[in-house]
């Protein structure tokens, strides 16, 4: 017998058991996005990695940041050869150009070409459609309840 077995949680109130239902729907969710991004390298013909270093680029874009090669490396919690070679990749399928940046000239950014951003959103942008969609019927203080419900699983599960 599995020693965990008898450390497994078991719902003991209504609360535990909304808790519960909760923790299934982000299991749900995330089963969601992974079916998501697998078809979406499917059809953008990418590994995982390249369509999570252009989904790091376009969210950092629309923020106005610039992103380093070094941070790229961070995200994906990849070394830095593996980075190089990500890079390389993404350049000569014309999705990223690394440039100087613009405040330090020893410094390399990483930018999204046009390319990127056109394949990106032809394969993402019924998906967020869809998505916005879904939120239509939340009111302001509801989505900020999820947004405050979201960061605080996230942040959980990377401590």
Do not use: Y
Request: proline share 4%; net charge negative; glycine share 6%.
């Amino acid at each position: 017998r599995c020693p965990h077995v008898s450390e497994r949680w078991m719902p003991q109130t209504p609360r535990d058991e909304l808790v519960l239902e909760a923790m299934e729907a982000v299991r749900a969710f995330t089963e969601s996005m992974d079916r998501m991004h697998g078809g979406v390298r499917d059809d953008m013909d990418m590994n995982a990695t390249d369509v999570a270093a252009l989904r790091m680029l376009i969210v950092r874009e629309r923020r106005g940041e610039w992103v380093s090669p070094h941070e790229i490396a961070r995200h994906l919690s990849i070394s830095t050869a593996s980075t190089t070679k990500l890079l390389d990749r993404l350049s000569e399928r014309g999705h990223v150009e690394r440039r100087p940046h613009p405040h330090d000239g020893r410094s390399r950014i990483v930018v999204l070409t046009d390319l990127a951003r056109q394949e990106f959103f032809a394969h993402f942008g019924h998906r967020m459609r869809r998505m916005r969609t879904a939120m239509a019927d939340f009111d302001e203080d509801e989505l900020r309840a999820v947004i405050r419900f979201l960061d605080g699983v996230g942040t959980a599960l990377e401590e």
